[in-house]
């Protein structure tokens, strides 16, 4: 992260920051120097929270803020738990649709209780991501579970759909809970504690429908132009989002191949302790073994059948995870550029009005203004002023643009190292968890072949037969 | 200790083990080569285990066949020939090497060259089929399947494959050692020479005419007819080899389609060491432990051949009582056979005895031909009479030996039969429990090998 100051010599004039919005007072060393206006108001880029927006920071002391409270960070500090439970169905003359129990306790000073009980809609989830996402275009917004799943056409109210929905839902908003920047947004805090009256008329708030129109136009724009020269750490860091969204996307289907597999093998073992069960019937001193290995292999299958389960409630939902935050990454990386773009934009515009000024008068000007009664020399006046005017314009807005372009660059640098942190952590912990499970699984069914050698010795001392075992 | 054993041994479990100067166990237990099996890491225990059993097995010796008293059997090595078939065609088969020894020699520690031989499965059949027809109240003991059956996907079912052979070779081994055990057919003379003479043992098994016996045997066996006084017992025998069969079938296809799937689920795995390594190379701490538990992965999925070669093992032992199901129900065949043929005879000499009476009384009871012909053309006269009483007297005195003679093979047969069926089943109820046994090591095995994986991979991906 670079540790660049900010140009405060920027006018001030304009009223609310930009980016970032609310900062809660929880963050320590805030600068809340009102007079320092870094981000005057930038109409390409909406605030939907501008009505809401108290505290101004310098970029600087929010970058600080934010590594700061990277090393701070660990599970001791934690003040802000929440959870998604309970998924309840709702029918609405229009529509079913699922709720979850949203509780969040807290110590934080800016919530007004420490415990709130809400209940929310796949839609509200939707709608805070994109509210974060568009607050922080280059911050990493944990991927929401998917709308609907279509392979294997899982019916939206299946039990088990619902359920790694709501676990995937718990995951997203403890995911905001930690990250030091989003936990603190104003809309988070809204979607934890509103009633859903009041979260409805927040999110009517919003930014009007043309001016989002707006900003996608120009976004479309800003990626058509291209990005010339990005710098070579965003570039490696595209790089590494391409590799690692092929990898990750091959290991979630050789899980998937692997539960597929292990079902299939339960389903032709399912078939051989009854079996053995049915051979015991036709014998008389083999029937007490052929029993035993029956009631074996039936357990067996059993734990075949829980440790299938398990990779698919554990391990297969975190790689799914991490798959969606490859492109998660992906539109992170292309949102910078299009800021970048954007700035290159600019610049060379600014390049060509100053171009234009220093140009010698010319010959149309000085005949349209002899046509319209002007001396030469006060067209050339008035041409200079007007130029003048623009480029001071341009000069602010290219100056607001190269703010924007390097918090945008500064803040995914930093959070692009939280993420990797986090990826680490969590798929480290995911496959040290498999294999744990596998090992149980095996250990089990040893104890069941176990048990059955040692009920064979036991017979046979008692039959005064050696045994092999 | 035969080598084959010890070869068998070696190459189920790489461990360099040799046992010398140790007698092979005692048969009259069967126990199958390949039953004897261990436990990866109990090995001192199973050691100590192995020679008490062989000590008891040695003091059976005493009560054990004279033949394998005398000889080791072995069948050493298989080979690919070629050679020119009964139509004159280009052919290629396999033979087999039978080695035999004499027991003295190898006790001394003198290890003396053994004699040996070549012979070929269908020799092996042509053998079985003259002990069929020769002892058929006996259960003969199988020969290893013709073709491979029961196989899943990846096993081969061509003959020529090499792990098909080694299997037969091992089955044939089996073969010659449970006929060599057994008190009756162990002394004879045939089986000797088809282990000593590799010359003129063809012409003389054809010699004996055996050929046309099985011919016989086999239609005699796949008739229809119906005994009214079976013996419960062997129709109880022989409802059992029927459900044995069946029940020893579906086993065996259920276990074929289960390794296969297991197969599928261990190689998948190999493809998690692949992708590992791939992201391994663009990860900078996490580099390393996913690069090793990729390795892992891959030892994972490798190890699947060997746990389903061992099954296939406890396969073959199935598959031999699959077969020993068929012979039993034969010899149950037979007993009908004899009891019906018995039945016939004596059916046929109460009507003869009846006619006699009819003829003796003038009384027409039972309807015949000649009482149509004779009321239709006319009485008989005396004379004519008096020849046909002559000709039943001889009828009936014949029938009546006939019925003696048959009434006594019918209870030799029994008498024999059950002998057998009752060794047999005693054979039948250890083998079997044993291979249960062995299959319960196997799953502990394969169990420890996924915990010793899973474990070392747990281990690289807390370095991740």
């Given at each position: 992260m670079s540790g660049s100051v900010v140009d405060n010599t920027v006018s001030s004039?304009?009223?609310?920051?930009?980016?970032?919005?609310?900062?809660?007072?929880?963050?320590?060393?805030?600068?809340?120097?009102?007079?320092?206006?870094?981000?005057?108001?930038?109409?390409?880029?909406?605030?939907?929270?501008?009505?809401?927006?108290?505290?101004?920071?310098?970029?600087?002391?929010?970058?600080?803020?934010?590594?700061?409270?990277?090393?701070?960070?660990?599970?001791d500090t934690k003040d802000i738990f929440v959870t998604v439970d309970n998924p309840e169905s709702h029918v609405t003359a229009i529509e079913t649709y699922i709720t979850?129990?949203?509780?969040?306790?807290?110590?934080?000073?800016?919530?007004?209780?420490?415990?709130?009980?809400?209940?929310?809609?796949?839609?509200?989830?939707?709608?805070?991501?994109?509210?974060?996402?568009?607050?922080?275009?280059?911050?990493?917004?944990?991927?929401?579970?998917?709308?609907?799943?279509?392979?294997?056409?899982?019916?939206?109210?299946?039990?088990?759909?619902?359920?790694?929905?709501?676990?995937?839902?718990?995951?997203?908003?403890?995911?905001?809970?930690?990250?030091?920047?989003?936990s603190s947004s104003e809309d988070f805090k809204i979607f934890l504690t509103a009633g859903s009256g009041e979260l409805t008329s927040h999110k009517k708030q919003g930014p009007g429908f043309l001016s989002r129109?707006?900003?996608?136009?120009?976004?479309?724009?800003?990626?058509?132009?291209?990005?010339?020269?990005?710098?070579?750490?965003?570039?490696?860091?595209?790089?590494?989002?391409?590799?690692?969204?092929?990898?990750?996307?091959?290991?979630?289907?050789?899980?998937?191949?692997?539960v597929r597999e292990q079902k299939e093998y339960l389903e032709e073992l399912k078939e051989c302790g009854p079996t053995y069960a049915l051979w015991s019937q036709s014998e008389e001193e083999l029937a007490e073994p052929l029993k035993n290995v029956a009631g074996c292999v039936d357990k067996c299958c059993k734990e075949t059948d829980e440790q299938v389960k398990h990779l698919n409630d554990h391990l297969i939902p975190v790689l799914h995870e991490y798959v969606l935050c490859a492109d998660t990454l992906k539109a992170v990386l292309r949102r910078r550029d299009n800021i970048q773009a954007d700035f290159e934009a600019k610049t060379e515009a600014l390049a060509t009005k100053k171009a234009d000024r220093d140009a010698d008068s010319k010959v149309l000007s000085l005949a349209w203004g002899s046509l319209v009664g002007r001396s030469p020399e006060e067209v050339k006046q008035q041409k200079q002023q007007k130029l003048k005017g623009e480029i001071k314009e341009m000069r602010d807005e290219l100056d607001k643009t190269e703010d924007r372009l390097e918090w945008a660059n500064n803040a995914l640098k930093s959070d692009w190292t939280r993420w990797q942190k986090g990826m680490r952590t969590d798929l480290r912990s995911a496959f040290i968890d498999t294999a744990e499970r596998n090992v149980s699984y095996y250990e089990k069914c040893l104890a069941v072949w176990e048990s059955f050698l040692q009920s064979q010795r036991t017979d046979a001392e008692g039959n005064g037969n050696v045994d092999f075992s | 200790m035969s080598r084959t054993r010890e070869v068998t041994l070696c190459s189920l479990y790489s461990l360099p083990v040799v046992f010398v100067g140790i007698k092979p166990p005692e048969l009259k237990k069967t126990i199958s080569p390949f039953a004897l099996n261990f436990q990866l890491g109990n090995f001192a225990d199973i050691c100590i285990e192995y020679c008490d059993s062989v000590d008891q097995?040695?003091?059976?010796?005493?009560?054990?066949?004279?033949?394998?008293?005398?000889?080791?059997?072995?069948?050493?090595?298989?080979?690919?020939?070629?050679?020119?078939?009964?139509?004159?065609?280009?052919?290629?088969?396999?033979?087999?090497?039978?080695?035999?020894?004499?027991?003295?020699?190898a006790s001394e520690g003198t290890n003396p060259v053994p004699d040996s031989l070549w012979r070929r499965y269908s020799e092996f059949e042509q053998l079985r089929n003259y002990l069929l027809v020769t002892y058929p109240f006996l259960?003969?003991?199988?020969?290893?399947?013709?073709?491979?059956?029961?196989?899943?996907?990846?096993?081969?079912?061509?003959?020529?494959?090499?792990?098909?052979?080694?299997?037969?070779?091992?089955?044939?081994?089996?073969?010659?050692?449970?006929?060599?055990?057994?008190?009756?057919?162990?002394?004879?003379?045939?089986?000797?020479?088809?282990?000593?003479?590799?010359?003129?043992?063809?012409?003389?098994?054809?010699?004996t005419g055996f050929q046309a016996k099985a011919d016989s045997r086999l239609k005699a066996l796949n008739a229809t007819f119906r005994v009214k006084n079976p013996d419960k017992r062997f129709a109880e025998m022989k409802h059992y080899g029927d459900e044995l069969q069946s029940v020893i079938s579906q086993l065996l296809r259920v276990r074929a389609r289960a390794a296969d799937r297991l197969y599928g689920v261990y190689k998948v795995h190999g493809n998690y060491g692949r992708v590992f390594s791939e992201w391994s190379a663009i990860e900078k701490e996490m580099g390393d432990?996913?690069?090793?538990?990729?390795?892992?992965?891959?030892?994972?999925?490798?190890?699947?051949?060997?746990?389903?070669?061992?099954?296939?093992?406890?396969?073959?032992?199935?598959?031999?009582?699959?077969?020993?199901?068929?012979?039993?129900?034969?010899?149950?065949?037979?007993?009908?056979?004899?009891?019906?043929?018995?039945?016939?005879?004596?059916?046929?000499?109460?009507?003869?005895?009846?006619?006699?009476?009819?003829?003796?009384?003038?009384?027409?009871?039972?309807?015949?031909?000649?009482?149509?012909?004779?009321?239709?053309?006319?009485?008989?006269?005396?004379?004519?009479?008096?020849?046909?009483?002559?000709?039943?007297?001889?009828?009936?005195?014949?029938?009546?030996?006939?019925?003696?003679?048959?009434?006594?093979?019918?209870e030799e047969f029994v008498k024999s039969a059950w002998v057998d069926i009752e060794r047999f089943k005693e054979q039948k109820d250890h083998d079997l429990r044993e291979a249960l046994i062995s299959y319960a090591i196997m799953q502990i095995s394969m169990c420890k090998k996924g915990i010793q994986v899973w474990n070392n991979a747990k281990e690289c991906f807390s370095k991740m």
């Open positions: 004039g304009n009223s609310s920051a930009a980016i970032p919005t609310d900062i809660s007072g929880q963050i320590l060393d805030l600068d809340e120097d009102d007079d320092l206006e870094v981000f005057s108001k930038d109409t390409t880029l909406t605030d939907g929270s501008s009505l809401n927006a108290s505290m101004q920071t310098s970029s600087a002391s929010m970058i600080n803020q934010y590594k700061f409270e990277e090393e701070e960070e660990d599970a979850y129990r949203v509780e969040t306790k807290t110590t934080r000073s800016e919530f007004d209780s420490s415990e709130f009980e809400v209940r929310r809609r796949y839609q509200d989830f939707l709608w805070l991501k994109g509210r974060l996402e568009e607050a922080h275009p280059t911050l990493i917004v944990h991927p929401l579970p998917e709308k609907f799943v279509m392979k294997g056409m899982v019916e939206r109210f299946n039990e088990d759909f619902i359920e790694t929905r709501r676990s995937a839902l718990h995951k997203f908003l403890n995911k905001i809970a930690e990250h030091p920047i989003f129109m707006g900003e996608t136009v120009k976004a479309v724009a800003a990626a058509v132009r291209g990005v010339r020269s990005r710098p070579q750490e965003f570039t490696d860091m595209q790089e590494y989002v391409e590799a690692f969204s092929q990898k990750i996307s091959s290991i979630d289907k050789v899980t998937q191949r692997i | 097995n040695l003091q059976m010796v005493e009560k054990g066949t004279s033949l394998l008293k005398k000889m080791e059997i072995s069948v050493a090595e298989a080979e690919k020939r070629t050679g020119k078939n009964a139509v004159n065609m280009q052919e290629t088969y396999t033979v087999y090497l039978i080695e035999t020894r004499p027991v003295d020699a259960v003969v003991p199988p020969l290893p399947e013709k073709r491979a059956e029961f196989v899943w996907h990846k096993l081969s079912a061509d003959n020529m494959d090499p792990d098909f052979v080694e299997r037969r070779r091992v089955g044939l081994e089996n073969f010659l050692l449970r006929v060599a055990s057994h008190p009756d057919l162990s002394t004879d003379k045939i089986f000797y020479s088809f282990l000593t003479e590799e010359n003129g043992w063809k012409e003389t098994v054809f010699e432990g996913l690069q090793s538990a990729g390795h892992h992965m891959d030892a994972y999925a490798a190890s699947v051949d060997d746990i389903l070669e061992e099954e296939e093992h406890y396969a073959d032992q199935l598959k031999e009582y699959l077969f020993y199901a068929d012979a039993l129900r034969a010899v149950c065949r037979k007993h009908e056979l004899t009891q019906y043929e018995l039945e016939m005879a004596a059916q046929d000499l109460t009507s003869k005895k009846q006619q006699r009476e009819e003829l003796a009384t003038g009384t027409i009871r039972t309807f015949s031909l000649k009482g149509m012909t004779s009321k239709l053309f006319g009485q008989e006269t005396p004379e004519q009479r008096e020849a046909k009483l002559k000709m039943l007297e001889t009828q009936i005195e014949e029938g009546e030996e006939l019925v003696k003679e048959r009434n006594g093979e019918c």
